[in-house]
């Protein structure tokens, strides 16, 4: 489990997520899945598919990144 923060900014709200079972159902392995959420790789693709798997409108969850 990895607490995300909804908004990288405020850093004020957090979700709980299996990085995991994300990482399965979007088809990303599970280490390139953490370097994405802690920011050492940035992938507009991966992060796409992060922020609809969760259900998160991507600026919510990336900010303007």
Known sequence: MINIPLNHRA???????????LARHI??????VSLVLHGHKKSKRARKLIAEALGIPYNELWGDR
Do not use: M
Request: net charge positive; charged share 30%.
């Open 27 to 32: 088809g990303l392995s599970r280490t390139y």
């Open 11 to 21: 850093q004020k709200k957090f979700i709980k997520i299996d990085v995991t079972a």
